[in-house]
């Protein structure tokens, strides 16, 4: 069974920085695009970051030049340096990995709190 596991999530003040892992364990083939929602009290979720396996990336507008995705060598990991924090930025985060073998399907992980205090 596949698993996807966030950790990292935390408490810190405005202007600091948090690295979120996700790991995907279990029965892989082959993994496509992961990323990164966010779910703010009251909002909608929101597409924070993806990356695929070659490495492209794309960042919503509101975090572009201040949060990083990147792919870990095995590329079952998936990492979010999130850097100058803003209280705005206060939401669950969840991990998300596309399988592409044997069946198409998105796998999702439980979130992680990130909490920006001001």
């Known amino acids: 069974q596949v698993q996807v596991v966030e950790s990292g999530g935390g408490l810190v003040q405005a202007g600091g920085s948090l690295r979120l892992s996700c790991v995907v364990s279990?029965?892989?083939?082959?993994?496509?695009?992961m990323g990164w929602y966010r779910q703010a009290p009251g909002k909608q979720r929101e597409l924070v970051a993806v990356t695929t396996s070659g490495s492209n990336r794309n960042y919503a507008d509101s975090v572009k030049g201040r949060f990083t995705i990147s792919r870990g060598d095995a590329k079952n990991t998936v990492f979010l340096q999130m850097n100058s924090l803003k209280p705005e930025a206060t939401a669950v985060y969840y991990c998300?990995?596309?399988?592409?073998?044997?069946?198409?399907?998105?796998?999702w992980g439980q979130g992680t709190q990130v909490t920006v205090s001001s």
């Open positions: 279990g029965t892989i083939f082959s993994l496509n695009t």
């Open positions: 998300y990995a596309d399988m592409v073998r044997p069946v198409d399907r998105r796998y």
